[in-house]
């Protein structure tokens, strides 16, 4: 299983772009990253998934580089609703659930 | 997206009573799903693994015995915290792994919070 790094805390200001930045070095070929958003005392919320280069959704981007040992979320104008732990997982088709520590995003106004 | 139900939201009891919590795949079949608990301002730990027919894979420091995990159908798993006492409360998360698409995704239930008395 991939060991995740991602910073413990974030800080930022309502309509601005927030980027979440997690390291997997030993991530395995067939690995892909996913990232899920926690509220409190709620179960996590998938936001985003990719193998490589750049993946968009409705809700964030996710850009992963070519070597695959990192991978960035990309919050565009955040608001106050989106104050949340965000989770990094890296993982194939039979991979366990092993969460990191998260990154606490607060977002003031 | 996949939807995930997990029922109880909420439970007290008293020491020494036995806990059930439900968690439902409710439109696609989980043949797996997983169990966490969570404290207060941590992360999500794995307890196990819950397999469709088959016994459940438990992590290093969880007590089987303690937390029983039933995955009868392809829709529901169980886990049911047996004798509980104040040490077992905390907030508990099962998910089910959806592998209809091209990719397989986690989708979680809601959690429940037990607080044992």
């Known amino acids: 299983l991939a060991k995740t790094t991602q910073p413990i805390c974030r800080d930022s200001y309502e309509g601005q772009e927030v980027n979440i930045t997690c390291s997997h070095n030993?991530?395995?070929?067939?690995?892909?990253i996913t990232w899920y958003q926690q509220f409190p005392s709620q179960g996590p919320r998938f936001i985003i998934q990719g193998y490589k280069t750049k993946v968009t959704n409705e809700v964030a981007s996710l850009f992963i580089p070519a070597d695959r040992k990192s991978s960035t979320l990309s919050l565009p104008r955040v608001s106050l609703s989106d104050t949340a732990v965000y989770y990094c997982?890296?993982?194939?088709?039979?991979?366990?659930?092993?969460f990191g520590a998260g990154t606490r995003l607060f977002v003031k106004a | 997206g996949a939807v995930v139900s997990q029922h109880p939201s909420r439970v007290i009891c008293k020491s020494g009573t036995s806990v059930k919590i439900e968690c439902r795949s409710l439109d696609f079949q989980a043949t797996t799903m997983f169990w966490y608990r969570q404290f207060p301002k941590k992360s999500l730990m794995l307890m196990a693994t819950s397999n469709e027919g088959s016994k459940a894979t438990y992590e290093q420091g969880v007590e089987k015995d303690k937390f029983l995990i039933n995955h009868a159908s392809l829709t529901l798993s169980t886990l049911t915290v047996t004798s509980a006492h104040p040490e077992d409360s905390s907030f508990y998360i099962c998910?089910?792994?959806?592998?209809?698409?091209?990719?397989?995704?986690?989708?979680f239930g809601s959690g429940t919070q037990l607080s044992v008395l």
């Open positions: 998910s089910a792994r959806d592998g209809t698409g091209a990719i397989e995704k986690l989708f």
């Open positions: 030993n991530i395995a070929t067939n690995d892909y």
């Open positions: 997982l890296v993982g194939d088709e039979g991979f366990k659930t092993i």
